[in-house]
Protein backbone atom coordinates (compact mmCIF):
# COMPACT_ATOMS: atom_id res chain seq x y z
CA UNK A 1 0.00 0.00 0.00
CA UNK A 2 1.30 3.44 -0.96
CA UNK A 3 0.89 5.69 1.52
CA UNK A 4 1.09 9.60 1.43
CA UNK A 5 0.64 11.46 4.54
CA UNK A 6 -0.53 14.93 4.97
CA UNK A 7 0.22 17.09 7.72
CA UNK A 8 -1.29 19.13 8.93
CA UNK A 9 -4.91 17.86 8.73
CA UNK A 10 -6.56 21.26 9.92
CA UNK A 11 -5.23 24.66 9.81
CA UNK A 12 -6.47 28.34 11.02
CA UNK A 13 -4.46 31.09 10.40
CA UNK A 14 -5.58 34.79 10.23
CA UNK A 15 -5.22 36.29 6.96
CA UNK A 16 -1.35 37.38 5.77
CA UNK A 17 -0.34 34.60 8.02
CA UNK A 18 2.03 32.41 6.18
CA UNK A 19 1.78 28.69 6.34
CA UNK A 20 3.18 24.93 4.73
CA UNK A 21 1.32 21.53 4.19
CA UNK A 22 3.44 18.85 3.97
CA UNK A 23 2.85 15.17 1.67
CA UNK A 24 5.37 12.71 2.64
CA UNK A 25 5.93 9.18 1.28
CA UNK A 26 8.59 6.00 1.54
CA UNK A 27 7.33 5.63 -1.82
CA UNK A 28 9.14 7.55 -5.12
CA UNK A 29 6.76 9.19 -7.04
CA UNK A 30 7.09 9.75 -10.73
CA UNK A 31 5.19 12.99 -10.54
CA UNK A 32 3.48 14.38 -7.56
CA UNK A 33 -0.08 16.98 -7.88
CA UNK A 34 -1.46 19.91 -5.67
CA UNK A 35 -5.35 20.23 -6.02
CA UNK A 36 -7.28 22.79 -3.86
CA UNK A 37 -11.14 21.93 -3.55
CA UNK A 38 -14.03 24.31 -2.46
CA UNK A 39 -17.18 22.56 -0.75
CA UNK A 40 -19.41 21.30 -3.21
CA UNK A 41 -16.80 21.27 -6.43
CA UNK A 42 -14.39 19.34 -7.54
CA UNK A 43 -10.53 19.42 -6.77
CA UNK A 44 -8.72 22.01 -9.21
CA UNK A 45 -5.37 21.56 -10.21
CA UNK A 46 -2.67 23.74 -9.24
CA UNK A 47 0.13 22.18 -9.93
CA UNK A 48 2.08 18.93 -11.46
CA UNK A 49 6.14 18.85 -10.33
CA UNK A 50 7.91 16.18 -11.79
CA UNK A 51 11.88 16.44 -10.99
CA UNK A 52 13.51 15.92 -7.94
CA UNK A 53 14.49 19.15 -6.22
CA UNK A 54 12.02 21.32 -8.26
CA UNK A 55 10.48 24.41 -6.67
CA UNK A 56 7.27 25.80 -9.33
CA UNK A 57 6.14 29.17 -8.03
CA UNK A 58 2.22 29.80 -8.46
CA UNK A 59 1.76 33.33 -7.42
CA UNK A 60 2.14 33.44 -4.04
CA UNK A 61 2.21 29.54 -3.57
CA UNK A 62 5.75 27.52 -3.75
CA UNK A 63 5.42 23.95 -4.49
CA UNK A 64 8.63 21.98 -3.75
CA UNK A 65 8.84 18.72 -4.69
CA UNK A 66 11.62 16.52 -2.74
CA UNK A 67 15.31 15.48 -3.95
CA UNK A 68 14.19 11.79 -3.82
CA UNK A 69 10.71 12.10 -5.12
CA UNK A 70 9.36 10.77 -1.99
CA UNK A 71 7.68 14.06 -0.57
CA UNK A 72 6.42 17.37 -1.11
CA UNK A 73 5.26 20.86 0.44
CA UNK A 74 3.22 23.42 -0.56
CA UNK A 75 4.08 27.15 1.24
CA UNK A 76 1.35 29.70 1.13
CA UNK A 77 3.04 33.28 1.74
CA UNK A 78 0.22 36.13 3.09
CA UNK A 79 -2.75 34.18 3.16
CA UNK A 80 -5.78 35.40 2.15
CA UNK A 81 -9.17 34.24 2.83
CA UNK A 82 -9.88 33.08 -0.42
CA UNK A 83 -7.32 30.61 0.31
CA UNK A 84 -9.97 28.94 2.41
CA UNK A 85 -10.20 25.27 0.90
CA UNK A 86 -9.06 21.80 0.69
CA UNK A 87 -5.48 20.65 -0.27
CA UNK A 88 -5.24 17.83 -1.67
CA UNK A 89 -1.79 15.92 -2.84
CA UNK A 90 -1.72 13.06 -4.94
CA UNK A 91 1.59 11.03 -6.17
CA UNK A 92 1.68 8.91 -9.54
CA UNK A 93 4.05 6.07 -9.46
CA UNK A 94 3.61 5.67 -13.39
CA UNK A 95 2.12 8.18 -15.89
CA UNK A 96 -0.67 5.42 -16.73
CA UNK A 97 -1.50 4.43 -13.24
CA UNK A 98 -3.70 5.04 -10.63
CA UNK A 99 -2.60 8.01 -8.34
CA UNK A 100 -2.22 8.10 -4.19
CA UNK A 101 -3.94 10.58 -2.48
CA UNK A 102 -3.11 12.22 1.00
CA UNK A 103 -5.83 12.53 3.62
CA UNK A 104 -5.91 16.34 2.78
CA UNK A 105 -5.76 19.62 4.87
CA UNK A 106 -8.38 21.91 5.29
CA UNK A 107 -7.23 24.95 5.08
CA UNK A 108 -9.29 28.50 7.21
CA UNK A 109 -8.10 31.99 6.31
CA UNK A 110 -9.76 34.58 8.98
CA UNK A 111 -10.17 37.96 7.71
CA UNK B 1 -6.12 23.50 -18.07
CA UNK B 2 -8.43 20.81 -19.37
CA UNK B 3 -12.24 20.32 -18.82
CA UNK B 4 -13.98 17.61 -17.32
CA UNK B 5 -17.89 17.72 -17.12
CA UNK B 6 -20.27 15.87 -15.09
CA UNK B 7 -24.04 15.51 -15.11
CA UNK B 8 -25.84 15.77 -13.08
CA UNK B 9 -25.03 17.82 -10.84
CA UNK B 10 -27.30 16.69 -7.99
CA UNK B 11 -30.04 14.32 -8.06
CA UNK B 12 -32.50 12.71 -5.22
CA UNK B 13 -33.72 9.52 -6.33
CA UNK B 14 -35.71 6.96 -4.15
CA UNK B 15 -34.26 3.82 -2.47
CA UNK B 16 -34.35 0.86 -4.74
CA UNK B 17 -33.88 2.74 -8.26
CA UNK B 18 -30.83 3.63 -10.36
CA UNK B 19 -28.82 6.27 -11.00
CA UNK B 20 -26.81 6.95 -13.79
CA UNK B 21 -23.48 9.73 -13.62
CA UNK B 22 -21.99 10.75 -16.87
CA UNK B 23 -18.44 12.21 -16.83
CA UNK B 24 -17.22 13.93 -20.27
CA UNK B 25 -13.94 15.16 -21.04
CA UNK B 26 -15.19 18.43 -22.87
CA UNK B 27 -11.14 19.18 -25.01
CA UNK B 28 -9.42 15.96 -25.22
CA UNK B 29 -9.63 12.23 -25.33
CA UNK B 30 -9.10 9.98 -22.30
CA UNK B 31 -8.40 6.14 -22.43
CA UNK B 32 -8.40 6.19 -18.45
CA UNK B 33 -10.57 8.02 -16.58
CA UNK B 34 -11.18 7.36 -12.23
CA UNK B 35 -13.94 7.44 -10.34
CA UNK B 36 -14.13 8.62 -6.57
CA UNK B 37 -16.42 9.10 -3.80
CA UNK B 38 -16.06 11.57 -0.70
CA UNK B 39 -17.55 11.79 2.21
CA UNK B 40 -17.43 15.46 3.85
CA UNK B 41 -14.14 16.97 4.72
CA UNK B 42 -12.36 13.92 4.04
CA UNK B 43 -10.24 13.00 0.75
CA UNK B 44 -11.13 11.37 -2.35
CA UNK B 45 -11.61 7.71 -1.87
CA UNK B 46 -10.79 5.93 -5.07
CA UNK B 47 -14.13 3.05 -6.34
CA UNK B 48 -12.26 2.24 -9.72
CA UNK B 49 -10.53 2.65 -12.89
CA UNK B 50 -12.64 3.03 -15.79
CA UNK B 51 -10.65 1.99 -19.21
CA UNK B 52 -11.94 2.72 -22.73
CA UNK B 53 -12.74 -0.43 -24.15
CA UNK B 54 -12.51 -3.03 -21.26
CA UNK B 55 -14.00 -3.47 -18.23
CA UNK B 56 -13.32 -1.29 -14.85
CA UNK B 57 -10.91 -2.25 -12.31
CA UNK B 58 -12.05 -1.56 -8.88
CA UNK B 59 -10.60 -1.05 -5.59
CA UNK B 60 -11.08 -3.65 -3.08
CA UNK B 61 -14.39 -3.64 -1.30
CA UNK B 62 -15.95 -1.92 -4.09
CA UNK B 63 -18.76 -3.93 -5.27
CA UNK B 64 -18.60 -3.67 -9.00
CA UNK B 65 -22.02 -5.47 -9.56
CA UNK B 66 -23.48 -2.07 -7.46
CA UNK B 67 -21.44 0.25 -9.20
CA UNK B 68 -21.64 -0.08 -13.12
CA UNK B 69 -19.14 1.51 -14.92
CA UNK B 70 -19.25 2.10 -18.88
CA UNK B 71 -16.34 3.55 -20.83
CA UNK B 72 -17.20 3.41 -24.35
CA UNK B 73 -15.82 6.24 -26.21
CA UNK B 74 -12.32 8.18 -25.33
CA UNK B 75 -14.79 10.68 -24.03
CA UNK B 76 -17.51 9.70 -21.89
CA UNK B 77 -17.48 7.19 -18.71
CA UNK B 78 -20.64 6.81 -17.11
CA UNK B 79 -21.44 5.40 -13.37
CA UNK B 80 -24.78 3.75 -12.51
CA UNK B 81 -24.98 3.54 -9.08
CA UNK B 82 -28.28 0.12 -9.06
CA UNK B 83 -30.28 -0.23 -6.73
CA UNK B 84 -29.25 3.14 -4.50
CA UNK B 85 -29.73 2.95 -0.86
CA UNK B 86 -29.25 5.78 1.84
CA UNK B 87 -25.83 4.60 2.57
CA UNK B 88 -24.86 5.20 -0.94
CA UNK B 89 -25.94 8.87 -0.71
CA UNK B 90 -22.02 10.75 -0.73
CA UNK B 91 -20.83 12.99 -3.48
CA UNK B 92 -19.25 11.02 -6.65
CA UNK B 93 -16.75 12.90 -8.55
CA UNK B 94 -14.71 11.88 -11.93
CA UNK B 95 -11.74 13.11 -13.37
CA UNK B 96 -9.69 12.24 -16.67
CA UNK B 97 -6.15 11.37 -17.16
CA UNK B 98 -4.24 13.64 -19.33
CA UNK B 99 -2.57 11.42 -22.11
CA UNK B 100 0.24 13.82 -22.39
CA UNK B 101 0.69 14.49 -19.16
CA UNK B 102 2.88 13.56 -16.16
CA UNK B 103 0.07 11.33 -14.31
CA UNK B 104 -2.00 14.70 -13.69
CA UNK B 105 -5.70 13.72 -13.68
CA UNK B 106 -8.78 17.01 -14.35
CA UNK B 107 -11.91 15.99 -12.12
CA UNK B 108 -15.49 16.67 -13.12
CA UNK B 109 -17.83 18.53 -10.71
CA UNK B 110 -19.17 16.19 -8.62
CA UNK B 111 -22.19 14.94 -7.97
CA UNK B 112 -24.17 15.36 -4.71
CA UNK B 113 -26.75 12.18 -4.29
CA UNK B 114 -29.01 11.54 -1.76
CA UNK B 115 -31.24 8.82 -1.77
CA UNK B 116 -33.98 8.72 0.31
Known amino acids: TQLLEQSPQFLSIQEGENLTVYCNSSSVFSSLQWYRQEPGEGPVLLVTVVTGGEVKKLKRLTFQFGDARKDSSLHITAAQPGDTGLYLCAGARTNAGKSTFGDGTTLTVKP | GAVVSQHPSWVICKSGTSVKIECRSLDFQATTMFWYRQFPKQSLMLMATSNEGSKATYEQGVEKDKFLINHASLTLSTLTVTSAHPEDSSFYIC????????????FGPGTRLLVL
Open chain 2, 95 to 106: SARDPGGPGTQY
